[in-house]
């Protein structure tokens, strides 16, 4: 149980950040610290502004991170189908890397890229997108990264005429992206048998340690084709609603812009701004007073924070005594 939910992981990491902001940490106690970070693993928020090695570290970190760039961002796009003639509701794939950088600031370009390549195909990669269409497309190649490497090495085997009869299994961390080749689609026969594809893909996926799709809806989304390409096959799995509710990350598709515990707390913003606005200055302040305490919740973010707090009253400390010194 320990090995599956990677709890070794998460108890490394836990002393690392106890050991970095132990002067901190000391103030309030060992234990409290403990139970506010294994409540943010639990919620989902310790993956906030971490760096990638954590981020794609395990299967829960990954899906922790597709959930939270979508909640995030989900405005985004919130109005492109309707209004698709617009270009600010579409994002180049520079522009979703730039989102994706805010959560996560040394996330791989190269990531993005190939997320982007299975919404564009053979299309520019300047190209706009929108943001359901990334998304899903951007779930499937971080969640799957080590299948989709492997996938790839199996197709090209098959396009080339052989029959692969080894399962080609990454063996290093998915924290270090190989290059991959984009496998030639641009084939008279139009991809590789279906049938003799997802014979390869099943023996993938019953010896491969890394997470990859159920066999199931894989055998069902080969079995309506003949031939299949590359691309389709990303395609496919990307649109496929069945093994987005398997991951659980995201929700369906007609409720992706659907979120009604975020949208009420932005609601309760909103109007707290609109009324503090709108008061005048005779009475804000008894207004002020009167108004409702509100306990907005509290997002249990690693450790990483104090640490630039610190760096940053230390700056700010510093230029203190330099005012002081030029006024002397």
Known sequence: FAAQRHVLTYMEDAVSQLLENREDISQYGIAR???????????????????????????????????????????????????????????????YHCLLQLLCPDFPMELTQKAARIVLMDDAMDCLMSFSDFLFAFQIQFYYSEFLESVAAIYQDLLAGKNPNTVIVPTSSS?????????????????????????????????????????????????????????????????????????????????????????????????QVSGLSVSGPASSSADTANMPARNSPRINSPWKPLHHRRKMDAESEGSNEETDSSEN
């Not at 492109?80 to 617009?86: F, L, M, N």
């Not at 997470?211 to 990303?234: D, H, I, N």
């Not at 496919?236 to 659980?248: C, E, H, S, T, Y």
């Open 33 to 95: 610290f403990f139970t506010e970070y294994f409540n943010s693993v639990r919620q989902g928020t310790h993956i906030l502004f971490r760096e990638f090695s954590f981020v794609q570290a395990t299967p829960h970190n990954r899906a922790s991170f597709l959930r939270t760039f979508w909640r995030c961002f989900r405005t985004v796009g919130k109005n492109g189908g309707k209004y698709s003639s617009i270009c600010c509701y579409l994002l180049t794939a520079q522009e």
């Open 175 to 271: 924290g270090q992206h190989r290059q991959r080749q984009p496998p030639n689609d641009c084939n008279p026969l139009e991809g590789v048998e279906a049938s003799l594809f997802y014979q390869c893909l099943e023996s993938l996926c019953d010896r491969s340690k890394y997470s990859c799709p159920p066999s199931a809806l894989v055998k069902e989304m080969l079995s309506g084709v003949q031939r299949m390409t590359f691309y389709g096959f990303l395609m496919a799995l990307a649109k496929d609603q069945g093994i987005n509710r398997a991951l659980g990350a995201l929700p369906d598709k007609g409720d992706l812009f659907l979120d009604p515990a975020m949208d009420q707390e932005i609601e309760k913003l909103v109007a």
